[in-house]
Nanobody
Framework: QVQLVESGGGLVQAGGSLRLSCAAS????????MGWFRQAPGKEREFVAA????????YYADSVKGRFTISRDNAKNTVYLQMNNLKVEDTAVYYC?????????????????WGQGTQVTVSS
């Protein structure tokens, strides 16, 4: 079993950048497909990005492609989400998630382990 703790959220102006971190404990992130999801008030949780165990294969939602980058440092047991050119519509609570082998990497229901979330607020 793995425990996940996100950090790095905050308030930023549109066009700015943030880097979120997801620190894992209990098991190594190299054992898991790692994903980032977000949930805005009144909306369902949605897929942002995911990384296969090796980190060599990544996936992105169309809305963040070209602006966000998921990466992992297996030695530090940490996964990152670099967010550039942030938009007001990126405002949400961002969650890190892990699963051994999700059938669909973009589906929240496929992930067994979740962090508590970190708030990202983008102002205009």
């Amino acid at each position: 079993q793995v425990q996940l703790v996100e950090s790095g959220g905050g308030l930023v102006q549109a066009g700015g950048s943030l880097r979120l971190s997801c620190a894992a404990s209990g098991r190594t992130v190299s054992s898991y497909v790692m994903g980032w999801f977000r949930q805005a008030p009144g909306k369902e949780r949605e897929f942002v990005a995911a990384s296969r165990r090796s980190g060599g294969t990544t996936y992105y939602a169309d809305s963040v492609k070209g602006r966000f980058t998921i990466s992992r440092d297996n030695a530090k047991n940490t996964v990152y989400l670099q967010m550039n050119n942030l938009k007001v519509e990126d405002t949400a609570v961002y969650y890190c998630a892990a699963d051994i082998s999700p059938a669909i990497v973009a589906a929240p229901r496929e992930y067994d382990y979740w962090g508590q979330g970190t708030q990202v607020t983008v102002s205009s």
